[in-house]
């Protein structure tokens, strides 16, 4: 689902601990135990160039810290703790991608890099989410 508000786009997005995905697919922990949360309301910033996501979430996902890495914001360059890797579902398409800690009054981010990955473009005269036109719409990967 996507939603419009004051030009911004608005989707809904799946996100995963990617570890316990695989936990899971390998038999060690049930289907059930798999640390998930849907965002109704995840930002398309392509302005952002990863997934950032809230410390509330980060915490409930039970993500483990990777690093600390200095970043470019509004705030001027300021450091922000990476954490490994979600499974990212949106409109049926899924990757994986490490996540970037922001403060909790910061909505969930969808950056360029995940959406390169899913092969999204923003239609700008729609102001939607929507699959690349120049791959007739299908998740499809470029290789050169």
Request: hydrophobic share 40%; charged share 25%; aromatic share 4%.
């Amino acid at each position: 689902m996507e939603t419009e508000t004051m030009g911004r786009i608005l989707i809904e997005a799946t996100i995963e601990n990617h570890q316990d995905v695989w936990d899971a697919r390998r038999g060690m922990i049930p289907e059930d135990q798999v640390r998930r949360v849907t965002i109704k309301n995840a930002l398309v910033d392509t302005g952002a160039t990863m997934v950032s996501l809230p410390t509330r979430l980060i915490e409930q996902l039970g993500l483990e810290k990777i690093a600390t890495k200095s970043v470019t914001s509004s705030a001027g360059v300021v450091h922000a703790n990476l954490y490994n890797a979600v499974k990212l579902t949106i409109q049926g398409r899924e990757c994986t991608s490490d996540v970037l800690e922001v403060p909790d009054n910061v909505p969930p981010l969808i950056g360029q890099i995940p959406l390169e990955l899913l092969d999204f473009v923003i239609d700008p005269r729609g102001q939607r989410l929507i699959g690349n036109p120049e791959h007739g719409g299908e998740h499809m990967f470029e290789m050169y």
